[in-house]
């Protein structure tokens, strides 16, 4: 089992819709919680980061952890064509500086 | 700043051919990473560098690949007799670990566009 699992999709909504994005994870040291999005032949880019449990709002999107059940969630509000892109969870421990990706899910969002 | 740049884009080599990916960290970054990202095993990081010293490589595959970082501006990784299962899009990514993301010890990770090497 790997340290941190992500459905890698597809997923395939259409505009306006809600996403949820989710992640589990095994190692209960994890503190950092981040989300990536990478666009086709780009590399991933800091969307949101969460420290420790609880939610975290930015415009249409919301990061939330949930430490006690090991999982962790990105929602998207009103999608948008432009959000079709992979999302790769990220997270790791207060004593390293190198997070455990998940492989990310793949988003695709149809006008 | 133009970010992580990473050459060539794109590499189509032979198998046995040797191969070498370069690049250049965000200037001011201490801290420098490979990863490697396939459809099967998703991003997986195959050495870091802190202040040019390899701290960890245990992700590097095998004595086939090796990476350098002679200067704060300026790494490579090469792969040596290279075969088709290395192929894959390789990212380069700094870091500035002085910079938490959270005031602690979490720091951004800006990756390159990534060089997508297939071996035949």
């Known amino acids: 089992q790997k340290e941190v699992e992500q459905d890698p999709g597809p997923l395939s909504v259409p505009e306006g819709a809600i996403v949820s994005l989710n992640c589990t994870y095994s190692n209960s040291a994890f503190q950092y919680f981040m989300w990536y999005r990478q666009y086709s032949r780009k590399g991933p880019e800091l969307l949101m980061y969460?420290?420790?449990?609880g939610n975290k709002e930015d415009g249409r999107f919301t990061a939330q952890v949930d430490k006690s059940s090991k999982y962790i969630s990105l929602f998207i509000r009103d999608s948008q064509p432009s959000d079709s892109a992979t999302y790769l969870c990220?997270?790791?421990?207060?004593?390293?500086?190198?997070?455990?990706f998940g492989r990310g899910t793949s988003l695709i969002v149809h006008p | 700043d133009a970010g992580v740049i990473q050459s060539p884009r794109h590499e189509v080599t032979e198998m046995g051919q040797e191969v070498t990916l370069r690049c250049k960290p965000i200037s001011g970054h201490n801290s420098l990473f490979w990863y490697r990202q396939t459809m099967m095993r998703g991003l997986e990081l195959l050495i870091y560098f802190n202040n040019n010293v390899p701290i960890d490589d245990s992700g590097m595959p095998e004595d086939r690949f090796s990476a350098k970082m002679p200067n704060a501006s300026f790494s490579t990784l090469k792969i040596q007799p290279s075969e088709p299962r290395d192929s894959a899009v390789y990212f380069c990514?700094?870091?500035?670990?002085?910079?938490?993301?959270?005031?602690?010890?979490?720091?951004?990770?800006?990756f390159g566009p990534g060089t997508r090497l297939t071996v035949l």
């Open positions: 990514a700094s870091s500035d670990f002085s910079q938490g993301l959270a005031g602690g010890s979490t720091a951004e990770q800006f």
């Open positions: 969460t420290y420790s449990s």
């Open positions: 990220a997270m790791k421990s207060g004593g390293s500086y190198i997070p455990t």
